[in-house]
């Protein structure tokens, strides 16, 4: 799966994830996160972050938009934007890496923000040497 996008899609991507941020639940941290996740069907799902009053059941935008598009029958991500109302890009946190390997172990993930800075990386460079389905077929019968 080639990590490259085409510049009006990777547009898209940007803009979905944008206004993903915009239903973030996020009383407790203030921190709004937007997420798109462009899947093998080419369709794009979204999610945002929601908290919760029990701090550790939280989830983040991206998580919330992979497994939207997993609930939707998506098996394979070929990119991932996420977008902070900040002055700097927002990298997706080592949870939310573990759940795009899944689906996309080499997804293009673009990080932007408010200003111009801006990340664009792939999923194996942000979590190299990743443990993932591979690993399980690979077992030893006990
Ligand atoms: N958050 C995300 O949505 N994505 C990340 O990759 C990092 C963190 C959310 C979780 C929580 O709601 C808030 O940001 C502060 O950690």
């Not at 293009?108 to 591979?134: H, K, M, N």
């Amino acid at each position: 799966m080639p990590a490259k996008l085409s510049a009006p899609l990777c547009r898209r991507l940007e803009s979905a994830a944008r206004r993903a941020a915009q239903a973030s639940y996020s009383p407790y941290s203030q921190f709004r996160v937007g997420a798109a996740v462009l899947c093998g069907s080419g369709k794009v799902y979204t999610g945002t972050n929601v908290e919760n009053a029990s701090y550790g059941l939280c989830n983040c935008a991206e998580r919330t938009a992979i497994f939207t598009a997993a609930a939707a029958g998506e098996r394979v991500i070929r990119a991932v934007a996420v977008y902070t109302p900040t002055p700097a890009p927002t990298s997706p946190c080592g949870a939310c890496r573990q759940v795009i390997n899944e689906f996309g172990p080499t997804a293009l993930i673009i990080s932007v923000c408010d200003q111009a800075g801006r990340l664009e990386t792939t999923l194996d460079r942000l979590l190299p040497d990743a443990f993932g389905p591979g690993a399980l077929r690979r077992r030893r019968r006990a």
